[in-house]
């Protein structure tokens, strides 16, 4: 690993602690990923990085920020990059999916908060995170309690702007987030200078619609009888989707697919016949989160699609191409992300229905409703989802968990007895 | 008591479970109400009240029902009942505040949900609620994500309508709060067939504004130096003030009201001088629940304030009487309600500046922020309110608490040391 150390110091980060952090992640990886056979010849790149997940992408951050760019860190799939990106600036993703940054959340925010959000606000305030030292702003939404609250705290640190995400997918309320899609387009010309123009605006949604359609065709890939990716390495491209120049993960990614079409031609699996099919839902599994995918491919079963944030709901469904005025690019632009089902609309029977399409799609023997503890909105509607994919016949077993390794065993118990309970192929 | 028993029935309530709560809370209010000295004599109509909180007032609301009127219960002081009564029908809360709903709500809710929305939903579900039974059509909101998420599953078992309150408090938020009220209105006038008027909701609005008249009254009253009012006694007319007759209440509020004046000329005091005063913040006490009122009225102290929805947020403002069509009206409605400070806004500015100003008015020793278990919105606020409180000289104490008794004990230790440590008068 190159030595960012200078980096890390010019941007104030607190080193002494974050050197914890990066003797621990290279082990974590190893074991999670390195450890599997078979893997893709292209999973090289993604291995790279993150390997270097602290200094190569916040190096050319810093890079960009010396050359006039803006760089503006988010935390949620309802924020539209595609602005970002036409104002000639660019969006990043922030730390959040390690208990190493779980306490010093837990010195400003209630213990019984979802682990994502004490460690995206942990990173910040122990400044153990590269993404939360160089955003210039934040962009955060108004998506759950907790991060609502929790921007009062961040903003305190930093500039934010809160983008009010409607509860409802009326039609007011898709001209709302319209609405609220403009407001942000000023805010980020005014913080950049420049101006979001109808072509710069159809070049970023051209930009990432591309980043969608590579995900999807890995997604398209997981379909297949013989699976050509471990679950485990789908979801870290996933999670480096949100910190990666898109264009280039785009091209990386596809050349990834060209492989896995190939293993699909060739019938390459990177598991034995009659592996049990996993669809995971739920909560969002932030880098480096990898727990559960763990657990479940080492108790004999392969995850083959994530109804997550880190998932299908990050890339299903592209934004319009063809409007040419801002103003309807920015109605394209909210058609688009108000068709994303999160548990923070209600009702949000659409995302019963993703799941249910989504698990025949993939031909799933069965479904692992996962949630971060203290997320009130995932486990309320665990209820219902559950619930509705029994009636329909789909094995489901819900799991309550957070970063802590305290369950580890638990769950390892409780996930291989649904895997051996669930039908045989 | 008179014998309900047989209207119980007829609402199919579960009777043999609703007869362990009759028994236990005429003891619960002997022991925190009758044994308190010297009380106002009015308070006996709010002992009557209370001695038949599931039958006086239900069963005039079967009478009105009987006579075609239409009863919406609510849950939340963002709903604005002069609508529902503009349209000849009733509001009503809805049962809430005790630990023997609980279980009832954790057999479809997550156990990290906060005890105000598992015993709503329980008290539902398990037949125990006579307001539950009666109610045509529950009116939600989405003021918080357990809140939001609840509705889905109570709404499978009765009409329920949910008005999409906006996150901020920008003009164009107290605008789309004026449509949510103008969808109301439609759904109200559809399933009473009732048009609201301008007039009649003219007169509603002045009813209601007539019931803040007199709590705000009766608040006037417990900033004298002599106390002529106990906390409990004023929290339980708080409570009461969610289901009573909107203009009885206020007669006999005001009717209490000319006693506490008149205690106030006369130097009459419920406590012995140098009782501490204490202010009380955080999340609504539903009845019974009395817990936190009784520790901390029993540990030497008097609590003068609530700065809650089952207190100041409740009547503070009026809705400007002097509009005359419905549009304004309803404009006028927006305005009001919009301006309560609850934790669900964000920023949330406006209930520091609240509490300090209430502190103040009612000269106290210090305040107690209070939390509802899992309650995410309070218990994140409570970090910038306790270091807001701080920094302007206010001793302040945070507590968590649940509808049990297991944290009783505990609780009367640390009130205890912290009444013993603000100043003395």
Known sequence: MADYRKMWESLGMDLETHDQLCEVLPQAFG??????????????YYNFVIAEIHGVRPQELIKAQEEGKKVFGTFCVYVPDELIFA???????????????????EKVLPTNTCPLIKASVGARLDRTCPFFRIADMY??????????????????DV??????????????DIKAWAEEIKELKKVIEEFTGNKVTAESLNESIKLINNKRKALSRLYECRKADKVPISGRD???????????????FTQM???LCDELEQRIKDGV?????????????????AVPNWKLHNIIETSGAVVVCEEMCTGTRYFENLVDETKTTVDEQIDALANRYMGINCACFT???????????LAKEYKVDGVIDVNLKFCSLYDVEGYTVERALKEAGIPVMGIETDYTDNDAEQLRTRIGAFIEMIGTK
């Open 347 to 357: 009702p949000n029977t659409g995302r019963i229905d993703d799941i249910i399409r």
């Open 31 to 44: 074991d999670v990923f390195l450890s599997q056979e078979n893997r893709p010849e292209a999973m090289d």
């Open 269 to 285: 699996s990177v598991v034995k016949e009659g592996t049990k099919r996993i669809l995971l839902t739920g909560t969002p599994l």
């Open 87 to 105: 104002a000639n600036a660019i969006a990043t993703g922030l730390c959040g999916g390690s208990q190493f940054w779980v306490p010093g959340g």
């Open 139 to 156: 962009i955060g939404e108004t998506t759950c309690d907790g991060k609502k609250k929790a921007w009062e705290i961040l903003g305190e």
């Open 253 to 255: 990614t596809n050349k």
């Open 159 to 172: 500039p934010v702007h809160v983008m009010d995400l409607p509860q409802m997918k009326r039609e007011k």
């Open 234 to 248: 789908a979801l870290v491209i996933s999670q480096i989707a949100f910190y990666d120049d898109p264009a280039r």
